[in-house]
Each structure stands twice: as C-alpha cells, then as structure tokens.
C-alpha cells in the first residue's frame, strides 16, 4: 500500500530546542506577562534594526502596532491614511480603529508594492498620513514615498509584516518613518505566537504608544510587582490591552538569534524555486531591486489562466490534493464584502492589485523545509502546471 505523504503546512515556524529551552525557562520563572525577556527581546531587536532601545516597544501583534502607532501619531479623526489594496485586512481594520478613513492607491505590477505615483494621485486635503506595506519584504520605493511625504507633511507608518530583515539602500525598513511596524505571528520570519514591535525615531512617541498599549498607565506589571517593592501607577490616557508576555518573547529570543540564518536557508529554497520553475508558464517573483535587501518573506507564482490553461483556485485544489498547504496574499482588499458595503469599493477600480490577487499563490519558503520537502513542492508545481499545458490548447504553451 502506498504511504500518504505527510502535509506540509504552509509557513510553519522553524521551532527548536533553543526556544522550548526558553519558554520552558520562562514557565519555571513564575513570571509570564510582561517582564525582563520582553525588556532583552526589544533590546534585540533594537541592536538588530540598529537603533536605540527606547525606540522600541514591543506589543502583541502588528494589528495593535499599527493601531497603536496612528493613536500616538496624533492624526486628527476622520483623516485620510493611503495605503495599498493589496495587504492583509489588519492593514486596514487598524486605519478604521484608529478612527481615520482608508484610500487605496494601486500597486505596482512588477513589485507588487503601492506605486508611489498612485498616492500621488490619491492626495487629498484630508491625507495626513501614508501606509506603505513592504509586501512580501520587497522593501517599497521609500526614497520616493518619503519625497512625497515631506512635499505633502504627511506622517509615513510602515507596515513591515513581512519585512524584518529587508533594507532600502542601506537602512533597515522601518526605519524611514514616524513609525515601523512588525509582526511576530506564526508564519513571519521572527515568531513569537502572536507578536509585534513598534519602532520609531522619536523617543517620546514611542514612550506614549509603549503607554496606550497597556491600558495608558504609568507603570507596567514588572515595574509595580518587580523586585524593587510595590510601585503606584497612574492612567494617563484610555489606552489599550496591547503588551507582550514574556512567554512571548522566550520564544522571540532564540528566533531573532537565528533570524539571518533563517533568511539564508529561504534564499537558498528562493533560488532553488527560481531555477526549477524558469521554463514554466507561470510569474515569478521579480529580482529585488538594486540597493536593496529583500526579506523573502512569500514566494509567489503567479497563474494565469491564458498562459497555464488553469485557474489559479485550480491550482491551489491540486496542491491540497498533493498534500501541500499554499497561501494566497492577498485577494486585493475591495473584493471583501465588508470593504464593498462600508466604502462603496469595487475590485476595478484598482486593476493591478486585483488581478495580482486573483492569479498569486504563495508556495511553502519556511526554514523548516528540508531539501526533500523542497523538491516535493518543485516535482508537485512541475506536474500540475505542466499536465494543465498538456490539457489544454497548444497556443497556451509559452504564450
Ligand atoms: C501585511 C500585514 N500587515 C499586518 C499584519 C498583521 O499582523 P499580526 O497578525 O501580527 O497582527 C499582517 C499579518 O499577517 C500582514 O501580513
């Protein structure tokens, strides 16, 4: 009898015994919420992103950083923040939460990233602000974002989901704005479970944000029951419940030592993808672009229908059919019921993102992956894609 392959979840962490020595260290500590490992891991992360510790707060998702970092970025309500249609919906939710208006400005065929002369266009008297999303870890065009944002005064916050390691010309993403905004969820580079950092110049922003992340009081868990004796607090603002456990960071730790050797084991599953998919008639993910370091956070194909003779839901059946978990990032943001009723959006009127949407599909790229699971995916995609060409009209071969 034949042996079923076992499934190869899509973006499953790469969990050693490093970080089940450190949460196990955590539990023995008796102190799991916020504490002295979230202290060490924003130290990390800092020394890693290449700046000060206090421009750095952690929190436990991307969702709250972003939420957080609008809150204290003082946007008045009702403000216009320009974003990109193709990013996960916290990109968004995280706008309305925070009391300002979404505008979508398409993106960028090639990079797949918002097109710096589609918020252009998108400017209105009400823009204060710009959210670009560093998709996939290609990091935006910042030199022109920021260009605009200072032409217009508008705050820039970016969402770096996906972008821990990237750089545009030398200098971490995240780094460019008011704010950066990371994730630490299950399948990012960095995982901490759930998680998130919030990173940005000024020091006493990210005092203010560190404070509404925790209900906008004065003190923190560890600073009134730590060893130095009961501290009062006092609540300065209605904040948030937003803070990060140390049973969180336990995990972070050990991962966030081994986040460039991580970024080297995908290159290497990049590449292999590059050239074992070249002569297929599907898209691949561009080149990253000069002076920059892509965080090879997705990789994407692309199947078009006209060029592969299948659907791309076809596809993603048949790999679920072959035991093997895929991603779709993302179906563009206006083809969501909610963002239709709420804000009239329609998938046309932001054609590169939609179609990008309709047609991607991100292949399994975790550390985790062993060469033979890597190989498994080439021998899968290869078989699919290629019996679909053979199925189908000879005019859609190579076209
Ligand atoms: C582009 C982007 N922004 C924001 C988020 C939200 O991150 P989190 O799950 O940490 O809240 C994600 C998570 O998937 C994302 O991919």
Same mark, same amino acid.
């Given at each position: 009898m034949d042996e079923i392959e076992p499934f190869l979840v899509f973006g499953a962490p790469c969990i050693g015994e490093e970080e089940i020595a450190e949460v196990e260290a955590c539990m023995r500590s008796g102190w799991l919420g916020t504490g002295?490992?979230?202290?060490?891991?924003?130290?990390? /992360?800092?020394?890693?992103?290449?700046?000060?510790?206090?421009?750095?707060?952690?929190?436990?998702? &991307?969702?709250?950083?972003?939420?957080?970092?609008?809150?204290?970025?003082?946007?008045?309500p009702g403000s216009e923040v320009i974003t990109t249609p193709l990013t996960f919906c916290a990109t968004v939710n995280a706008i309305e939460h925070a009391g300002l208006v979404p505008v979508l400005a398409d993106v960028d065929p090639l990079t797949q990233n918002i097109d710096p002369a589609a918020i252009e266009a998108a400017i209105t008297p009400r823009t204060r602000a710009i959210l670009p999303v560093h998709f996939a870890g290609r990091p935006c065009a910042m030199d022109r974002i920021m260009e605009i944002a200072q032409r217009h005064d508008l705050v820039v916050i970016e969402d770096c989901a996906h972008a821990i390691e990237s750089e545009f010309r030398g200098r971490p993403?995240?780094?460019?704005?008011? /704010?950066? &905004? /990371?994730?630490?969820?299950?399948?990012?580079?960095?995982?901490?479970?759930?998680?998130?950092?919030?990173? +940005?110049?000024?020091?006493?922003?990210?005092?203010?944000?560190?404070?509404?992340?925790?209900?906008?009081?004065?003190?923190?868990?560890?600073?009134?029951?730590?060893?130095?004796?009961?501290?009062?607090?006092?609540?300065?603002? &209605?904040?948030?419940?937003?803070?990060?456990?140390?049973?969180?960071?336990?995990?972070?730790?050990?991962?966030?030592?081994?986040?460039?050797?991580?970024?080297?084991?995908?290159?290497?599953?990049?590449?292999?993808?590059?050239?074992?998919?070249?002569?297929?008639?599907? +898209?691949?993910? +561009?080149?990253?672009?000069?002076?920059?370091?892509?965080?090879?956070?997705?990789?994407?194909?692309?199947?078009?229908p006209a060029r592969c003779g299948m659907t791309r839901d076809a596809f993603l059946d048949s790999m679920n059919a072959a035991r093997i978990g895929t991603g779709v990032h993302y179906l563009a943001v206006p083809e969501h019921p909610y963002y239709q009723q709420h804000y009239g959006w329609r998938p046309e009127q932001w054609p590169n993102a939609t179609r990008l949407g309709r047609q991607t599909v991100s292949l399994p790229l975790s550390p985790a992956l062993t060469d033979a699971d890597v190989e498994r995916v080439i021998a899968t995609v290869r078989q699919i894609v290629l019996s679909a060409?053979?199925? +189908?009209?000879?005019?859609?071969?190579?076209a």
């Open positions: 002295p490992r979230v202290a060490r891991f924003e130290q990390a /992360f800092a020394a890693y992103r290449r700046v000060q510790s206090g421009q750095v707060a952690a929190v436990n998702s &991307c969702t709250a950083a972003l939420h957080v970092s609008m809150i204290a970025a003082g946007l008045e993403l995240g780094t460019f704005g008011h /704010f950066g &905004c /990371f994730s630490f969820y299950v399948t990012k580079n960095v995982v901490t479970g759930e998680g998130g950092m919030i990173l +940005g110049h000024d020091q006493e922003l990210i005092a203010r944000a560190r404070m509404l992340a925790l209900h906008g009081m004065s003190k923190d868990a560890w600073h009134r029951f730590g060893d130095t004796g009961y501290k009062h607090y006092q609540v300065l603002e &209605c904040g948030f419940k937003y803070n990060m456990m140390d049973l969180q960071a336990a995990i972070g730790l050990p991962q966030l030592a081994k986040v460039e050797s991580h970024w080297k084991r995908r290159q290497a599953i990049w590449q292999r993808y590059d050239t074992a998919f070249g002569d297929l008639p599907i +898209g691949l993910p +561009g080149a990253p672009e000069a002076d920059t370091r892509h965080g090879l956070h997705l990789y994407t194909v692309m199947i078009d060409v053979a199925a +189908g009209s000879p005019l859609a071969v190579g």
